[in-house]
């Protein structure tokens, strides 16, 4: 009887356990998705709607005046296209890295530079969960189209190369001058940052593109954005 006790204790333990370690996956997998997704476009819809009805924050301002008003932390500022991933894929570019700023789009390195400025406009993103925004990112070939607007202007970059791997503390990939990057000095670049391996973060896969057109925004979408 003790024996049949132990074994059914056990049973119910494992069982236990397994139904836990089901219902964290679909979290994981699912759910942060689902409400990821839902914070991004809510995201979009913040910045569509202050861009229809009065002047863009942040936007870069006429020559003679002063300097543009830095970027709210958290708050979004631009939107990203990258067609490689999909023609409906489109994220909210919001300043900061922190994690809660993560859930809800991609996230502006704050000391680097804006959309389409001199030096290297750097942007982080989970590869997965939190709605995968970065998932395909070892898709990414030389010559593929990354967009950017923050409301004013497209900017339409190019990848370089193939995504590099490296480590977290390897900080001089966000350099106004890129390490490794293969550029050979100033210009308006732009980085691209992700987890690796897809489901870890011992490492970072990093992208570099360089600013290869800009377009005002009442002249329509760029020729690199489908539709």
């Known amino acids: 009887m ?3 006790l132990v074994v059914r204790t056990l049973s119910e333990v494992c069982l236990t356990v ?18 990821a997704d839902r914070a991004m476009d809510g995201e979009i819809d913040r910045l569509r709607d202050r861009w229809a ?12 005046e002063a300097e543009p008003e830095p970027y709210r932390d958290g ?37 680097t530079a804006r959309p389409g400025a001199r030096g290297n406009f ?27 607007t923050d409301g004013t202007t497209w900017y339409t ?29 100033p210009g308006r670049y732009l980085t691209l940052t992700t987890c690796e391996p897809e489901w870890g973060h011992s490492h970072r896969l990093i992208a570099w593109a360089h600013l ?5 925004v009442t002249e329509g979408k760029p020729e690199a954005l489908p539709g």
């Open 122 to 148: 750097a942007v982080a993103g989970h590869r997965r969960t939190y709605g995968d925004p970065f998932k395909d990112f070892p898709r990414l070939r030389p010559g593929d189209a990354v967009v950017v």
């Open 18 to 35: 397994g139904t836990l370690i089901v219902l964290f996956v679909v979290y994981v997998l699912y759910w942060t998705g689902v409400r």
């Open 75 to 111: 708050e979004p500022f631009a939107l990203m296209y990258i067609p490689r991933f999909g023609a409906d894929w489109v994220k909210p570019v919001l300043q900061g890295t922190a994690a809660g700023t993560l859930k809800k789009g991609l996230g502006h390195y704050p000391s």
């Open 2 to 4: 003790r024996v049949r």
């Open 212 to 216: 290869d057109a800009t377009r005002p």
């Open 157 to 185: 970059y190019r990848i370089d190369r193939p995504p590099y791997r490296t480590l977290p503390t390897d900080v001089g990939v966000i350099d106004p001058v890129p390490r490794a990057s293969g550029f050979r000095g």
């Open 53 to 64: 009805t009065g002047p863009v924050a942040g936007a870069a301002a006429p020559r003679r």
